[in-house]
């Protein structure tokens, strides 16, 4: 009798490790999806920023260490950097190229500009379509790391060596209004 109640205990142990392994699997791997969803906007915006910078260019000669600053950051090669140089690189172009689409408000001609436009339309999408994936990303980055951190799931998840997701976030001077002085 105590030999089937043992045999019992350890088959459902095996059980519970099976089945935690598993789920722990399918979410990293919806991690993975996220960020690679996440990863094809980023790179999209990617491609764009060299014909917003040119667009951009002929009316704010002037500006030029925005232009420098996104170029510069534009130039790395984005299939090479890891996940947190993308993090990083993206962060830094998203306040530069903030900056950029506020200078349409000191040229009235780039306003009117059909190039600029249909730029500045194409980025808005991409924006929205990055905010979107971001938010779908964290959600899924968190449902990831709370099942690594919780009771009992922990025990497998250090068992097997499964790691804590970074989450996409914002850093405090991206929360606060750019100012730009032209």
């Not at 996104?70 to 998203?94: C, L, P, Q």
């Not at 780039?110 to 999408?125: C, D, P, T």
């Not at 606060?176 to 002085?181: A, D, F, Q, S």
């Amino acid at each position: 009798m105590w030999i089937y109640l043992i045999l019992l205990i350890l088959i459902v142990f095996v059980l519970y490790v099976f089945l935690t392994f598993n789920s722990l699997i399918k979410l990293k791997n919806k991690v993975d999806e996220a960020f690679s969803v996440m990863d094809v906007y980023l790179k999209k915006r990617w491609d764009l920023i060299p014909n917003i910078v040119e667009t951009v260019r002929g009316y704010a000669s002037y500006e030029k260490k925005t232009i420098e600053d996104i170029i510069k950051h534009r130039n790395k090669i984005y299939d090479k950097m890891n996940i947190d140089e993308k993090f990083g690189t993206n962060k830094k172009i998203e306040e530069d190229l903030t900056k950029i689409l506020a200078f349409k408000e000191a040229y009235p001609d780039l306003k009117a500009n059909e190039n600029y436009i249909n730029l500045s339309k194409q980025l808005e999408k991409i924006e929205e379509d990055i905010a979107n994936s971001r938010k779908y990303y964290n959600a899924v980055v968190r449902m990831y790391n709370d099942k690594i951190e919780m009771f009992p799931s922990n025990i497998i998840a250090k068992l097997f060596n499964f790691q804590k997701k970074k989450m996409f976030e914002i850093n405090r001077d991206e929360k606060e209004n750019i100012e730009v002085n032209l």
